[in-house]
């Protein structure tokens, strides 16, 4: 194969050349969650050449979104496009020559399978410790490497998981932290430099992985704190003996069949799960007559008349073809459920 220019800076570091280059070509890389994270490694990996780049996310784009989710612009936020494909509609541009799959749903116990065959490396963008946990079972029981990684505020941590090699997630968390607990980009912000250098950091060992490179992997948890110029590598040694999920093969995550509903991070909404035998334009047509609300091929979307959020401003509704739904302007799980059964049934 013989590369164009455009990669001839990449070919020409040691430990990658047209071996390297072509091993990148020929690499499928999920990026699961396309947010401030996802968007910088989906940048970084589309300009590096990653031949097949798989896109995923539930959510829209919105204006709090532009200061740090470099793959989105104003008009992006303005018709509320889902992230995963205003992501590939943009890397499309920037490099024609791979090719970019965007799903825009919730990864679940019920999906994974399917959205992740044959993918060679998992990186985390993700808001959310329960599909972490997921996408940790996911990678030990396919033995896939994956990029582990959470920011917020100026602090991140990134951890690199090769399966059989490295300690999972489990080892050194055994328990997502209970939901509700924990600071997130709502209560404590995020700066998007973090973001830089944690995605940085993935996309590296993503390129060591795919080139070969895997001895420079370094087995360790980088904890940063940029705001006040701290950084620490945590040795990890060995997988923990007695690990629920890479020494018991437990996968609990992976094996859950209920899929609940959650309150999306850094945002007034609830993401309900999809339902089955879902009509789309017979949806729409019956909100219709409860709001004002415009349908696509592919979605739902709109305000109803009667249902407020606690500012006064009107519910707003987002629906996909698969009977997903994201309920903006409350975060009380009851309450979108209830509406959801409302206007659209069960
Ligand atoms: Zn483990």
Same mark, same amino acid.
């Given at each position: 194969?013989?590369?164009?220019? #455009?990669?001839? #800076?990449?070919?020409?570091?040691?430990?990658?050349?047209?071996?390297?280059?072509?091993?990148?070509?020929?690499?499928?890389?999920?990026?699961?969650? /396309?947010?401030?994270?996802?968007?910088?490694?989906?940048?970084? !990996?589309?300009?590096?050449?990653?031949?097949?780049?798989?896109?995923?996310? #539930?959510?829209?784009?919105? %204006?709090? $979104?532009?200061?740090?989710?470099?793959?989105?612009?104003?008009?992006?936020?303005?018709?509320?496009?889902?992230? +995963?494909?205003?992501? +590939?509609? @943009?890397?499309?541009?920037?490099? %024609?020559?791979?090719?970019?799959?965007?799903?825009?749903?919730?990864?679940?116990?019920?999906?994974? @399978?399917?959205?992740?065959?044959? /993918?060679?490396?998992?990186?985390?963008?993700?808001?959310?410790?329960?599909?972490?946990? !997921?996408?940790?079972?996911?990678?030990?029981?396919? $033995?896939?490497?994956?990029?582990?990684?959470?920011? *917020?505020?100026?602090?991140? $941590?990134?951890?690199?998981?090769?399966?059989? %090699?490295?300690?999972?997630?489990?080892?050194?968390?055994?328990?997502?932290?209970?939901?509700?607990?924990?600071?997130?980009?709502?209560?404590?912000?995020?700066?998007?430099? +973090?973001?830089?250098?944690?995605?940085?950091?993935? &996309?590296?060992? /993503?390129?060591?992985? !795919?080139?070969? $490179?895997?001895?420079? *992997?370094?087995?360790?948890?980088?904890?940063?704190?940029?705001?006040?110029?701290?950084?620490?590598?945590?040795?990890?040694?060995?997988?923990?003996?007695?690990?629920? &999920?890479?020494?018991?093969?437990?996968?609990?995550?992976?094996?859950?069949?209920?899929?609940?509903?959650? /309150?999306?991070?850094?945002?007034?909404?609830?993401? !309900?799960?999809?339902?089955?035998?879902?009509?789309?334009?017979?949806?729409?047509?019956?909100?219709?007559? @409860?709001?004002?609300?415009? &349908?696509?091929?592919?979605?739902?979307?709109?305000?109803?008349?009667?249902?407020?959020? +606690?500012?006064?401003?009107? *519910?707003?509704?987002?629906?996909?073809?698969?009977?997903?739904?994201?309920?903006?302007?409350?975060?009380?799980?009851?309450?979108?459920?209830?509406?959801?059964?409302?206007?659209?049934?069960?």
């Amino acid at each position: 194969m013989v590369f164009s220019d #455009r990669y001839h #800076r990449q070919r020409l570091v040691d430990g990658i050349g047209d071996q390297g280059q072509l091993a990148i070509s020929n690499a499928t890389v999920a990026i699961v969650g /396309v947010g401030a994270l996802g968007c910088m490694s989906a940048s970084m !990996l589309a300009r590096a050449g990653v031949g097949h780049i798989i896109l995923i996310d #539930r959510d829209i784009v919105e %204006s709090t $979104n532009l200061q740090r989710q470099v793959l989105f612009t104003e008009e992006d936020a303005s018709t509320q496009e889902p992230k +995963a494909s205003a992501a +590939a509609a @943009h890397l499309a541009k920037v490099n %024609s020559e791979i090719k970019i799959t965007a799903h825009v749903e919730d990864l679940t116990s019920r999906n994974i @399978h399917h959205l992740l065959e044959d /993918v060679n490396v998992i990186v985390d963008g993700l808001d959310n410790f329960n599909t972490r946990y !997921l996408l940790n079972d996911f990678a030990v029981k396919t $033995n896939t490497p994956f990029m582990f990684s959470g920011v *917020i505020a100026s602090q991140g $941590n990134v951890m690199t998981i090769i399966p059989g %090699s490295t300690p999972c997630l489990r080892c050194l968390f055994p328990e997502p932290p209970p939901s509700g607990e924990q600071d997130t980009c709502d209560t404590v912000g995020v700066l998007a430099p +973090a973001i830089g250098i944690a995605a940085s950091c993935q &996309c590296m060992d /993503v390129i060591k992985f !795919l080139t070969g $490179n895997q001895e420079k *992997i370094s087995k360790t948890l980088l904890t940063f704190d940029l705001w006040n110029s701290e950084s620490n590598r945590l040795g990890l040694g060995e997988p923990v003996e007695n690990c629920t &999920c890479c020494k018991e093969l437990q996968f609990e995550f992976l094996t859950a069949t209920t899929i609940e509903p959650t /309150v999306l991070c850094g945002r007034l909404a609830v993401s !309900l799960p999809c339902i089955e035998n879902f009509d789309l334009q017979l949806t729409a047509t019956k909100l219709k007559e @409860h709001g004002t609300f415009e &349908c696509s091929e592919t979605m739902i979307r709109g305000e109803f008349n009667e249902e407020e959020s +606690a500012d006064g401003s009107a *519910i707003k509704f987002l629906c996909f073809h698969n009977g997903r739904a994201i309920i903006h302007g409350t975060d009380d799980i009851k309450r979108a459920k209830a509406i959801f059964e409302r206007y659209v049934g069960n």
